[in-house]
Nanobody, 131 residues
Framework: QVQLVESGGGSVQAGGSLRLSCAASGYTYTIYLISCMGWFRQAPGKEREGVADIDRDGMTAYADSVKGRFTISQDNAQSTLYLQMNSLKPEDTAIYYC??????????????????????WGQGTQVTVSS
């Protein structure tokens, strides 16, 4: 099993920045098997949506709504995942979740792991952006 714990959420004004962290713990070998880690978010009354993901080899992908503003990264040991969020907008307000899976993020040229396909999830951290 892998446990994921998010931190770094909070309240900021539009245009501000936040950095989310996701710490992974569990059996070392199980963490080693993780190939894909991602950030998702869910706003009230909306479905959970993908924000960004990163493969073990460092390849990343972003939702169009956050490209150029958010940056996903991970440490070399893959034990911590980050999401640097700049130029935040009120529409970025949501609970942000960290997720991980042993499979690669990319399922094909135009397909990536969806929220229902990730094996491990954190409890989420609230991000609120005021105008």
């Amino acid at each position: 099993q892998v446990q994921l714990v998010e931190s770094g959420g909070g309240s900021v004004q539009a245009g501000g920045s936040l950095r989310l962290s996701c710490a992974a713990s569990g059996y070392t070998y199980t963490i080693y098997l993780i190939s894909c880690m991602g950030w998702f978010r869910q706003a009230p009354g909306k479905e959970r949506e993908g924000v960004a993901d990163i493969d073990r080899d460092g390849m990343t992908a972003y939702a169009d709504s956050v490209k150029g503003r958010f940056t996903i990264s991970q440490d070399n040991a893959q034990s911590t995942l980050y999401l640097q969020m700049n130029s935040l907008k009120p529409e970025d307000t949501a609970i942000y979740y960290c997720a991980a899976d042993p499979r690669r993020c990319s399922l094909g040229p135009h397909s990536r792991l969806g929220p229902q396909e990730y094996r491990y999830w954190g409890q989420g951290t609230q991000v609120t952006v005021s105008s």
